[in-house]
């Protein structure tokens, strides 16, 4: 099986950067991805990524390190928009996609 | 995503009950998706298909059964609802592997009493 974990909740001041962990148990996958989830709303595609190293896309970066089981997010120049949960999910070669339990982020004034 | 709506939006309904859950889209993506979201879980694939009639269980799959009779078209039903599984349902479509995202319906809140 797979097993994904983040953590739960995150704060953060606005205008700062803050960088949200995902690691997972896995016995395969084509990427990772990063979805944002505003409350009450449906997920929306953030990143993507299928090789080791960092993506950047905007304020937001993600990295994976397949030798280390890790990813993160990077957001930076944090806004009050940008709190919402950040979900990272693992791409079994287009079949299904297995969601970690999400970071919920709370960027304060 | 624009492309994919969900209906209804919102049921309520007593234990026992059948339910079904419909979800369309525009897109003509091959993949479709059902997952389930709950609070400190996540999002969790109940059944997912790959073409048309064919289907294929999920994680949290007990208790679902799905058909896909058009590609446009994924239905969800419960047989018999339990309060267990009062949750949002959220269907998604793509492409596939890849560089192929996942587009989200805008979800159902299903309350089984």
């Known amino acids: 099986g797979q097993n994904i974990d983040q953590p739960t909740e995150m704060t953060a001041t606005e205008g700062a950067i803050v960088q949200i962990n995902c690691t997972y148990q896995t016995s395969g996958f084509n990427g990772l991805f990063w979805y944002q989830q505003h409350a009450g709303e449906a997920p929306t595609f953030l990143s993507y990524n299928v090789l080791d190293g960092l993506e950047e896309k905007g304020r937001f970066s993600s990295f994976l390190s397949r030798s280390k089981g890790y990813s993160y997010l990077l957001l930076k120049e944090l806004q009050m928009k940008d709190s919402a949960s950040y979900l990272c999910?693992?791409?079994?070669?287009?079949?299904?996609?297995?969601f970690g339990p999400g970071t919920r982020l709370s960027v304060l004034p | 995503d624009a492309g994919i709506t969900q209906s209804p939006r919102h049921k309520v309904t007593e234990t026992g009950t059948p339910v079904t859950l419909r979800c369309h889209q525009t897109?003509?993506?091959?993949?479709m998706y059902w997952y389930r979201q709950d609070p400190g879980h996540g999002l969790r694939l109940i059944h997912y298909?790959?073409?048309?009639?064919?289907?294929d269980k999920g994680e949290v799959s007990d208790g679902y059964s799905v058909s896909r009779s058009k590609t446009e078209d994924f239905l969800l039903t419960l047989e018999s609802a339990t309060s267990s599984q009062t949750s949002v349902y959220f269907c998604a479509a793509g492409t596939g592997g890849g560089t192929g995202e996942l587009f989200f319906g805008e979800g159902s809140r299903l309350t089984v009493l």
């Open positions: 298909s790959y073409g048309v009639k064919d289907t």
């Open positions: 999910a693992l791409d079994n070669y287009g079949q299904n996609f297995v």
């Open positions: 897109e003509n993506h091959r993949y």
